[in-house]
């Protein structure tokens, strides 16, 4: 019969299975890092160089309704962290990186370095307002987009262990489908607490530190 001391090592083995899966492709990882940071600032740099990019950008917030749901939402700060939690998770994560992936091998990858890129052009401090709204939010950008690295990883996991079975021992290519879905599913866990994170700390300084900052 199993006993509770004999699971406690099984439960401490799963929990760490996410941390071995990265370790096992650090280099993938490192290069999900460079394009989740990388083109993000290279978006920046673009809006700094070209303020219309940026302007251009924001315009489409305020007509496609974007700028007055969070407008709506500041009121509450944890229906606020909700709004911000579901589209990390649901509009970014799952219909930019994920899906894209499960049906053309790293597929979410490209869709997403596109989506970083015009996020830079969102964030450029173009202005002495956007750079002082950037030293809180800052913080919001490493936590969120590290749950996008973990999420691209798992895409390119999948895609490889796709085409390539042999890579993760599968015997076929379903089979080498079937457990890059589980090293997706592993690596959700510390993304999905990630975005938790970035979501409630996104409403805090967008609420209680921006404001301060920007008419201080």
Known sequence: MTTILDQEPNCAARLWKPFRIIRANLRAYLVMNAIVYGLCLIGMGAGLLFPGLTAAHNTTMRQDGTADLVGWLLGNMWLFSLGILVVNILTVGLLRILL?????????????????????????????????????????????????????????????????????????????????????????LPALALFVIGAVYEAFEVIYLVPRLVAG
Not at 166 to 180: C, E, F, K
């Open 100 to 188: 894209p992936s499960m049906i053309v091998p790293f597929a979410g990858i490209a869709i997403y370095a596109y989506w970083a890129f015009n996020t830079g052009v969102t964030l450029s401090p173009v202005n002495p307002a956007a750079a002082k709204t950037m030293i809180p939010h800052s913080l919001t950008a490493l936590i969120e987009f590290q749950a996008y690295a973990l999420l691209m990883l798992g895409s390119y996991l999948l895609g490889r262990s796709w085409l390539r079975p042999g890579s993760i021992g599968a015997r076929n290519r379903r089979q080498g489908y079937a457990r890059g879905l589980a090293q997706i599913g592993w690596l959700s």
